[in-house]
């Protein structure tokens, strides 16, 4: 069952498609556009600025949300009309759904200026621009490595009239929404990446578990690319991206033992030092629900692991969160924190910790490589940890 419908509204080139798919890739949801609810819809609407008729659409879109099992769901484009407004409202209160409608707010002559420079990938529909988005290479999507070409439609005349369209219907849907919805108007201002951080800051309660969570992280990632530092997501963060927890409860980020006193002079925190009987580490709190680490070593019974910045940034992969790349740890070695911490209950904290469940929810998601795995549990030092857990969730022993 959907719990947040999230809606995004703003004329054309304010960068809704972009800032979509920066929010899908961080909290996993699935985009709903227009040419996913009615085949043909994206080659009219490219050619001729001209929608399909509402008493189409509108029924092709309820039998989409009544189908959606997922918990969030980003609808791409949708409403533009105040029968599609009046239609999702109705929807969400039958069935419970918070509507969240992200606003972005754009001049005509900033559109017809942002357009004239436009680039999208024919594939995955990921739109670039030499001064606000750049591709990694020139004329290739960053994403599957297809050739851009300019956005079919993308003229004066086309672009004044989608905004004049745009216009005219708005203030009418923000009417309409704005009796059920939480509205986040967001000055589209600057590069994509500015934008994001805005935007992300401004929805962080409703995607995630405290509501300074984003602005903390953006604090920190400044600081860390001003820097140069690298630094890594450990524990809850990629463990809900690689699909092992439903829920993001805070940022463990592990940086190089000689940084965390650099990075805290600059931001002006103090480093501690925590020991539990799980672990020790030294960390600095950059926010609720964020903080980083360093010097991080886990204790269970019989024995200890340290999990060294640079051995783990060795399988670490690079994904988009929040618009910026970043690193997370690999799965393998995610595995292999999860089976050394083993908490399943209260910690000396307080805090009602899993780490069982979710090595189980890891190991059932994904393709674990067994080989590596093992690997690098010998390099730790902790197999035979390894294969007590393994053996607690009816896995064979490595």
Not at 133 to 152: F, H, Q, V
Not at 188 to 206: D, H, P, Q
Request: a negative charge.
């Amino acid at each position: 069952m959907v719990k947040n419908a999230f809606l995004f509204n703003g004329p054309p080139t304010s960068g809704k498609t972009t800032q979509t798919i920066f929010l899908s890739e961080t909290v996993k949801s699935k985009i709903l556009r227009g040419r996913d609810v009615v085949p043909g819809l994206s080659s009219v609407l490219e050619s001729s600025r001209t929608m399909v008729p509402d008493n189409t659409f509108i029924p092709a879109l309820l039998d989409h949300l009544h189908h959606e099992t997922s918990a969030n769901i980003l609808l791409d484009n949708i409403p533009r009309t105040s029968l599609q407004s009046e239609a999702l409202v109705s929807w969400a209160r039958e069935y419970g759904v918070n509507l969240q409608l992200v606003q972005f707010d754009l001049t005509e002559a900033q559109v017809v200026d942002r357009a004239a420079s436009r680039l999208v990938c024919i594939d995955c529909g990921e739109s670039y621009h030499p001064d606000l988005k750049p591709s990694k290479k020139a004329g290739i999507c960053d994403i599957d490595g297809t050739s851009l070409a300019p956005r079919s439609g993308d003229n004066d005349e086309s672009l004044r009239k989608g905004y004049a369209e745009y216009v005219a219907q708005s203030e009418q849907i923000l009417n309409i929404l704005g009796t059920i919805a939480h509205v986040y108007i967001i000055p589209v201002i600057g590069n994509v990446y500015e934008t994001a951080e805005r935007m992300f800051k401004a929805i962080s309660l409703v995607i995630f578990y405290k509501p300074e969570m984003a602005e903390g992280y953006f604090r920190l990632r400044n600081t860390l690319d001003c820097l140069s530092s690298r630094s890594l997501f450990i524990s809850g963060m990629p463990t809900f991206l690689y699909g092992g927890r439903a829920l993001m409860k805070d940022f463990d980020i592990l940086v190089p033992d000689n940084k965390i006193t650099v990075l805290a002079d600059n931001l002006q925190l103090m480093v501690g030092e925590k020991h539990s009987s799980a672990a020790d580490t030294r960390f600095v709190d950059i926010s609720p629900g964020v903080e980083i680490n360093s010097g991080l070593v886990v204790k269970y019974p019989g024995g200890v692991v340290q999990f060294d910045f640079d051995l783990l940034w060795e399988e670490s992969k690079t994904v988009r969160f929040m618009g910026l790349e970043c690193q997370i740890m690999g799965l393998e070695d995610l595995v292999l924190l999860k089976a050394a911490l083993g908490r399943q209950g209260t910690d000396d904290f307080g805090k009602f910790k899993s780490d069982l469940s979710d090595m189980e929810g890891l190991v059932g998601s994904q393709q674990v490589d067994w080989v590596k795995l093992k690997k690098r549990a010998e390099r730790m030092c902790m197999l035979r940890r390894l294969n007590d857990q393994l053996e607690k969730l009816g896995q064979g022993a490595l």
